[in-house]
């Protein structure tokens, strides 16, 4: 018999196992079961594809509706030219053995095919497929991996959790009424799953549950034991959705369960109090402030005033549009903690938008940032920049300030949470752009507080995150949304350019800019990459390869491109990560102060980055670019009080699903429209890795976007379990769920990045 934690090769031996440790990681019983089918082939029923990503491996349920042989066109050979019915649609496949195959893959014949996805104008194709025949004529059938034909008469095995020499498998599964589909490869094919999932499932010793009985019978939960096994094997679609549901709620139970302790563990440490008073740097500031505050500013930061103002550290997460203005919020939030005599960290994920803060909350302080210098205000403090790139002389100074006090505000980037930074009494942390930075990384912070207090911690995110992205990643903060934008401030146009269509249309991007640098504005143009062809460590030409996929623009090719070329008469400047932090600076400060009309740039300027003359911003090979970082992006330009309008450029097929991705950005300016199309686009369990230290390894089961009343209901039974049982040693099930859950050695924050 079998338990969850045995290792694969032992149950299922060396050569089953290896794959699927190679190809998946899944190295143990409970690995290979929790690797959960994405769906399900109902009995006599297709199961197509709409629009599968190219490049995706992928298994279909398909009926042969011709199969021809026809002549290589560049060599000798046939091929066998095949026609797939699925869903309502047509896919092409290619199989290159076709005297092997051609009387096994004939019209009429059902199969399950699995391969890697090609588009071919409006059709995607697969080529030389892996495929099972699903019965025939004489009810036979054969598994067929590309390029090699395996076994050959009845197949027989699967259902009993065996495996012949051929390793053939017993087409009874397929006559189910459920039938599982996995997410597959070449080397380990959705069959093959089926076949060492059954085995496992065979040898297993009955589960023991984790959830208190209680937990289960208010929710109506099957236990886990039958969950583990009907969500692969299922007999009735109640039986499939019981247990899918009760795999989810483990899911969302597991990371709330380590957000509730963390909550718990933050309301047992003690903080500064920093309660607002009538006379200080913070009143004084507002009465300079040459606009006024918006409604959503203001209440957001009587929020922060009262958070700030309590015994408890607080921790709340800011997320507002881009431009909504979050750092004057944050500022007001600062200087009210220097009013009560402590220091303020502000944490940044590059240099350039480190120096960015630091030159913004300078001239928006003035002379409040003076503190030390001859004739400043009695009331000033000192703004420390403290980065990696700093000249020697340039980081003693900045040391000093923070140890000394002397700087109420330091701003850095993660040197500021070096050993060798010191504060004399640092009571509040501002991390901006969350999702670069961890739980480690701001505990590192959290530690340079004086004596067995924790600073206040605000986090500040430009991207919206959707509530139940917040409660299963952020669970632990409390949420301030500021939506509303600054007055004056116009909404952007967004275009999306085929390029390969209509390359009139980019020579039109590249006029657009020199119209409005006519007119007196200036234009971003950003590269995914920043190129020279050089290998860092060799310093030879790198070769691409084909499965890098299409070459694509590079920053340093198109500045010199655009400089001998379209804009050649215009002063045209180059901003990348590789430039030295002073080389970074004068090139930002140029622009800024309007020297340079075309900044040509990649991502460095995703965030931060304040020109309100920027006013057009082209976007090359826009596809390479998430949803969120697009939206982040255009949020640079229609700063001041001129239209913006943001160009994506693409040398995809317009016909193609990140085409259409495209042009849904371009549809709409609303931040949190877009982080759903974001989250709908790309697998939730690596956006709940990369948001959240401490998080689950990754989600199988649980979407953010269907599940709310899971995630709330796990949310409140996290809660309600620490509330009855602080320590847990009631529920060992529940602590050990949380402790699989608290997983940092996975977590990597740059991921997204």
């Known amino acids: ?169 017993d087409m009874s599964v397929f006559d189910r009424a459920f039938v599982p589909i996995y997410a597959a490869t070449k080397d380990v094919e959705s069959w093959t799953f089926m076949r060492c999932v059954r085995q496992v499932l065979d040898q297993l010793d009955d589960v023991t549950d984790p959830l208190p009985e209680s937990v289960r019978r208010e929710r109506g939960l099957v236990d886990i034991d039958t969950a583990l096994r009907s969500v692969h094997f299922p007999d009735t679609a109640q039986d499939k959705d019981s247990a899918r549901e009760r795999l989810k709620f483990d899911e969302a139970l597991a990371v709330q369960l380590v957000l509730a302790d963390r909550r718990r563990d933050a309301s047992t440490r003690l903080a500064a109090r920093c309660p607002p008073i009538t006379d200080g740097i913070a009143v004084e500031f507002d009465r300079r402030l040459p606009f006024e505050l918006t409604a959503g500013q203001r209440d957001v930061a009587a929020e922060i005033a009262n958070d700030l103002s309590a015994p408890q550290p607080m921790s709340r997460l800011l997320q507002g549009e881009v431009g909504s203005g979050k750092t004057i919020v944050a500022l007001r939030a600062m200087l009210q903690v220097i009013d009560a005599g402590h220091q303020c960290a502000l944490l940044a ?73 010191e504060f004399l009494d640092l009571a509040m942390v501002v991390v901006d752009e969350q999702h670069r930075f961890g739980v480690e990384q701001r505990d590192a912070l959290r530690a340079k507080a004086r004596g067995n207090t924790s600073p206040h911690l605000l986090v500040m995110t430009a991207t919206p995150i959707p509530r139940t992205i917040a409660m299963s990643t952020l669970g632990d903060l409390e949420t301030s949304v500021l939506t509303e934008l600054p007055r004056g401030r116009s909404p952007i146009i967004s275009n999306v350019v085929p390029a390969r269509a209509k390359p009139a249309w980019v020579d039109r991007a590249w006029q657009r800019i020199r119209e409005e640098v006519a007119a007196g ?115 640079r330009i229609g700063r001041g009080g001129h239209q913006g309008l943001c160009i994506m450029i693409s040398y995809l097929s317009p016909m193609g699903g990140s085409f259409a991705r495209l042009e849904a950005v371009a549809a709409t300016n609303d931040g949190f429209e877009l982080a759903k199309l974001d989250l709908a686009t790309r697998r939730e369990g690596d956006v709940l890795g990369a948001a959240q230290s401490g998080s689950v390894s990754g989600l199988r089961l649980l979407s953010f976007i269907d599940d709310e009343e899971i995630i709330a209901d796990a949310q409140d039974c996290a809660r309600t379990l620490f509330a009855q049982d602080p320590s847990l040693a009631d529920n060992p099930g529940i602590a050990s769920m949380m402790r699989s859950a608290w997983r940092s050695d996975r977590v990597d924050y740059l991921q997204k990045s």
């Not at 079998?2 to 190809?23: E, I, W």
């Not at 490049?55 to 279909?60: L, N, P, R, S, V």
């Not at 199989?95 to 409006?122: D, N």
């Not at 003035?366 to 000249?391: C, Q």
């Open 1 to 169: 018999m079998a338990t969850l934690v045995d290792r694969l090769d032992h149950v299922l031996g060396v050569a089953a196992a290896t794959p699927l440790a190679d190809t998946f990681g899944i190295h143990t019983v409970e690995d290979l079961l929790r690797h959960y089918p994405h769906r399900y082939m109902t009995h006599g029923s297709e199961l197509g594809e709409t629009e599968p990503p190219e490049g995706d491996h992928i298994t279909i349920v398909a009926t042969v509706e011709s199969a021809t042989l026809r002549s290589m066109k560049n060599r000798n050979g046939q091929f066998l030219a095949v026609t797939l019915a699925a869903d309502g649609q047509r896919i092409d496949a290619t199989f290159f053995s076709p005297h092997k195959l051609k009387h096994v893959v004939v019209p009429g014949r059902r199969g399950m095919f699995s391969g890697k996805v090609k588009y071919f104008g409006k059709r995607w194709n697969l080529t030389h497929p892996s495929y099972v025949i699903l019965g025939g004529d004489d009810n036979d059938g054969a598994v067929v991996p590309a390029g090699r034909i395996v076994g050959g008469g009845t197949l027989a095995g699967l259902a009993r959790g065996a495996v012949d020499a051929s390793g053939a498998v």
């Open 349 to 421: 994920p590059t240099e350039v938008l480190a120096s960015q803060h630091a030159r913004s909350i300078r001239s928006m302080l003035g002379s409040l940032a003076a503190g030390g210098e001859l004739g400043s205000h009695e009331l000033a403090t000192k703004v420390a920049l403290l980065t990696g790139s700093m000249s020697t002389a340039a980081k003693r100074s900045a040391l000093l300030d923070a140890v000394t006090g002397d700087a109420g505000i330091v701003i850095g980037t993660h040197a500021l949470i070096e050993d060798r930074v």
């Open 521 to 635: 504005r200036q234009a971003y143009v950003v590269c995914s990459r920043i190129g020279d062809g050089d290998d860092a460590e060799t310093g030879k030409k790198k070769t691409p390869k084909p499965e890098d996929g299409p070459e694509t623009t590079a920053a340093v090719d198109m500045y010199d491109t655009l400089s001998s070329g379209p804009m050649h008469d215009l002063r045209v400047g180059l901003l990348h990560g590789r430039l030295s932090g002073d080389d970074k600076d004068i090139t930002m400060s140029e622009f800024n102060s309007g020297e340079i009309d075309v900044l040509v740039c990649t991502t460095v300027v995703e965030v931060g980055v304040d020109v309100p003359n920027a006013t057009v911003m082209v976007i090359m090979d826009a596809d390479r670019f998430g949803v969120s970082q697009l939206h982040q992006l255009r949020g």
